[in-house]
């Protein structure tokens, strides 16, 4: 017992020690966070906090944009308001025959008893700022849980797809962009209707059309929408179109490169679509049978 | 070399001082930065200062904290600053002793080392986790950082320059 070192000079575990301690409880969350997605409630409570925070650091650049915004010129603002009106023109003539092209597939859809597509709800948000995440594309917007926004909901502009909610906090909800990597969408060739699924690219900019034969019936500058087959996304909003084609006989699938047709990085106003609750339930996941495993790829199928 | 020069005798740190600027560093990072690549990390650098300069009042518990509010702030993986800024705030604090004998320049080259090295950890872990790799300029944020460390010297040192009274005596 005396040969305790006084207080005085006493620093509590060695640093190595220390460091080791904090090390696996990072790695731990990581894991946890990663692979089980078990950390929300923590990360929920943990963003709360930081809220506060981001609030103000956003005041600064909030006001600034405004008094940017008040000076911006006389001249601009009329320029704008006669492009407005021009296209204003052009596109009533288009919504006037788009109204009776509405009506008239509304009565040839209730002839053939189909179901009717009703529009979505839809909420309005505003982009706050880009994720700073510089492993992700991300956005994040100014409505969360409160005003009823879900994870996976579809995010839209108003030219085509943005992207899906993924997380969603009590004011702010996280939307990761179609850009991002590995993000999913299925999507259709509007010209002859081949089905395909389109996957971010990761370069925050382009997004790839996996898995179709080297020999599938595409041409640049066709332009993709949602196929609206995996229930998420309303059938029919553009996404993106394709710019570059690489079909090599070394491959099997060709390399298929398109540009997202909405602006992923420029808007500041996009709407959350609600949920399609006039879905049938999910059909039930048979369990896998069991089957003789033989090495690491068939496990890796299951 | 080091015996030439003066040195100056600085007072006793405020721990109030050291939250702040903490807290500074921490708004900067929250910034809504839109698609700017690049930036040095304000935060990470305060923590190597205070390590570095406060080795028994900044520590890998703290910085292990701070991490954690940067996660949860960025959306980014839980623990990825966390992991990064406490092996950063180990590697300032053992390297304690041996930084400050150095002059500004010397020191902002070791500084540059430990920054880059927090980077290139988070780097490892979200690649490792599939992420996008965010390119080169990414890390040009270090040298950004360590470029920075003559001014985050200069400006967090100000209150410990500051003299206690002024007098005829003493008029600095």
């Given amino acids: 017992m005396d040969h305790q070192p006084p207080a005085f000079f006493n620093r509590g575990p060695a640093p190595l020690v220390r460091l080791m301690f904090f090390v696996v409880l990072a790695l731990l969350l990581m894991v946890l966070d990663a692979r089980f997605r078990y950390t929300e409630t923590l990360r929920a409570g943990l963003a709360l906090l930081a809220y506060p925070f981001q609030r103000i650091a956003m005041a600064p650049v909030q006001l600034a944009t405004g008094v940017v915004g008040f000076f911006s010129s006389q001249v601009q603002l009329q320029r704008e308001n006669d492009a407005l009106r021009e296209k204003q023109l052009r596109a009533a003539k288009d919504l006037v025959t788009l109204e009776a092209l509405a009506a008239e597939n509304a009565q040839l859809r209730r002839l053939a008893e189909a179901r009717e597509r009703l529009p979505r709800k839809s909420t309005l948000a505003e982009i706050l700022y880009a994720g700073r995440d510089p492993f992700s594309r991300k956005v994040i917007i100014d409505k969360g849980r409160m005003d009823g926004i879900q994870p996976g909901l579809p995010v839209v502009d108003d030219v085509g797809v943005i992207g899906q909610v993924t997380r969603v906090y009590p004011l702010l909800a996280e939307v990761t962009l179609i850009t991002d990597k590995d993000q999913a969408i299925p999507v259709q060739i509007v010209r002859n209707g081949l089905r395909a699924v389109a996957f971010g690219a990761g370069d925050g900019a382009t997004l790839d059309l996996r898995f179709m034969a080297a020999n599938a019936d595409i041409l640049n500058g066709d332009v993709l929408v949602t196929s609206g087959i995996d229930g998420t996304y309303p059938p029919g909003i553009p996404v993106a179109k394709v710019v570059r084609i690489e079909r090599d006989a070394a491959y099997a699938f060709a390399k298929i490169a398109c540009v997202p047709a909405a602006g992923t990085n420029q808007h500041n106003q996009v709407l959350v679509l609600a949920a399609d609750d006039k879905l049938p339930p999910a059909p039930q996941v048979e369990p896998a049978q069991e089957r003789p495993v033989k090495g690491k790829r068939a496990k890796r199928r299951e | ?172």
């Fill in chain 2, 1 to 172: 070399m080091m015996e030439d020069r003066p040195q100056r005798i600085l007072l006793p740190v405020k721990a109030n001082f050291m939250a702040l600027t903490t807290l500074l560093a921490f708004l900067f990072n929250l910034l809504p930065w839109r698609d700017v690549t690049g930036l040095p990390d304000m935060l990470a650098l305060v923590i190597a200062f205070w390590c570095i300069h406060q080795p028994r009042k900044m520590g890998i518990g703290a910085a292990w904290l701070l991490g954690l509010m940067m996660d949860a702030a960025n959306g980014a993986l839980l623990g990825q600053h966390a992991f990064a800024y406490s092996v950063l705030a180990f590697a300032a604090v053992q390297l304690s002793r041996r930084i400050l004998w150095f002059g500004i320049w010397p020191q902002a080259l070791h500084v540059l080392l430990l920054l880059l090295g927090a980077q290139l950890l988070m780097l490892s872990v979200r690649l490792s986790a599939g992420g996008a790799f965010p390119g080169f300029v990414w890390l040009a944020g270090s040298g950004i950082g360590a470029l920075l460390w003559p001014v985050v010297t200069f400006l967090l040192l100000i209150p410990q320059r500051q003299p206690e009274m002024v007098d005829a005596d003493r008029p600095i």
